[in-house]
């Protein structure tokens, strides 16, 4: 079935110890986004790539980092964790938008960091 | 903040009985999109609305939008206790495709 396969599901690092995140899809689908959601909170754009172009959002902080090397990936980069960043991390794709898209967006089943 | 809200926050109820979530939003919409989440697990999508439509159906979900009063209400009807999950409204601003999710609203069916 094609889907959206986040690794892995559940990941501990140490307070300011980098740690990537992965998403692939084999949907086939331009956009990839990545959100973090807190507990009990609904989920937050971090950034999102349309094709190779990255549009980060205004509030994401530089901590933060995102690299797509082809349409099935896209990682997420924590370079200092800190324990505010502890969190379930979901990665989402979506078909090209165009404009006025009425296209869904397709969830993984997220990686939830937790920061010792 | 652009987020929409929810209410309820939390709704218990009773297998068989109808679940009712109402979502309000601030900005004018492309659509609006619904998706459930089970616990520990990523958004699930349900129902989508354009900004034409005024209602809208899919098996036992049915969703209503106002963009006058920029709200909209998820209804399931004959609830299963495998319905429990914390159910989103997302709005579609502009011409992207950045959804803008509400606060959520946490289901709780009793079997």
């Known amino acids: 079935d094609a889907m959206v396969i986040q690794n892995p599901r559940y990941q501990v690092t140490q307070f300011g110890k980098p740690v990537t995140l992965s998403c692939s899809q084999t949907?086939?689908?331009?956009?990839m986004y990545w959100y973090q959601q807190k507990s009990s909170q609904a989920p937050k754009l971090l950034f999102h790539y349309y094709d190779k172009d990255f549009n980060n959002e205004a509030d994401t902080p530089d901590n933060f980092q995102s690299r797509r090397p082809n349409t099935s990936f896209c990682f997420l980069d924590i370079r200092s964790p800190g324990l505010g960043d502890a969190a379930m991390y979901l990665c989402?794709?979506?078909?090209?938008?165009?404009?006025?898209?009425?296209?869904?967006?397709?969830f993984g089943d997220g990686t939830r960091l937790s920061i010792l | 903040s652009q987020q929409g809200e929810e209410d309820p926050q939390a709704l218990s109820i009773q297998e068989g009985e109808n679940a009712t979530m109402n979502c309000s939003y601030k900005?004018?919409?492309?659509?609006l999109q619904w998706y459930r989440q089970n616990s520990g697990r990523g958004l699930v999508h349900l129902i989508l609305i354009r900004s034409n439509e005024r209602e809208k159906h899919s098996g036992r979900l049915r969703v209503t939008l106002d963009t006058s009063k920029k709200s909209s209400s998820l209804l399931i009807t004959a609830s299963r206790a495998a319905d429990t999950a914390s159910y989103f409204c997302?709005?579609?601003?502009?011409?992207?495709?950045?959804?803008?999710f509400g606060t959520g609203t946490l289901l709780a069916v009793q079997p």
């Open positions: 997302a709005t579609l601003k502009g011409a992207t495709n950045k959804l803008i």
């Open positions: 989402a794709t979506s078909r090209d938008p165009g404009t006025y898209s009425n296209q869904p967006q397709h």
């Open positions: 949907l086939n689908h331009n956009v």
């Open positions: 900005t004018s919409i492309n659509n």
